[in-house]
């Protein structure tokens, strides 16, 4: 077990110092992935939007988001309601 004798001595001392910065590395890579993808999932507020079953428009806060692998699709409150209650 020399190896691991070895490994515990100036690797690990390597790994400890740079486990912060590796670690708050993949924290800053993470945060801006998901502030990214929020900005493009959810649009500023007082936007409207078109229905994508009926073409009915209206503000944001009267629309509901759905989600098609990726892509997002809003409905108006009685298109959704209408294709949840045939979904399930
Ligand atoms: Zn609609």
């Known amino acids: 077990m020399t190896t691991a004798v070895t490994l515990s ?9 740079l486990a912060p910065l590796t670690i708050g590395l993949i924290i ?3 945060a801006y992935m998901a502030k990214r993808g929020e900005g493009s999932i959810v ?10 079953k009926c073409g ?13 692998e990726g892509a997002v699709a809003w409905y108006c409150g009685h298109c959704a309601a ?5 979904a399930s």
């Open 9 to 17: 001595g100036a690797h690990l001392g390597l790994f400890m110092a």
């Open 43 to 52: 649009p500023p507020l007082g936007q409207t939007f078109a229905c994508a």
């Open 82 to 86: 209408d294709s949840t209650s045939r």
């Open 28 to 30: 800053y890579v993470v």
């Open 56 to 68: 009915k428009r209206s503000v944001r806060e009267h629309m509901v988001p759905a989600n098609f």
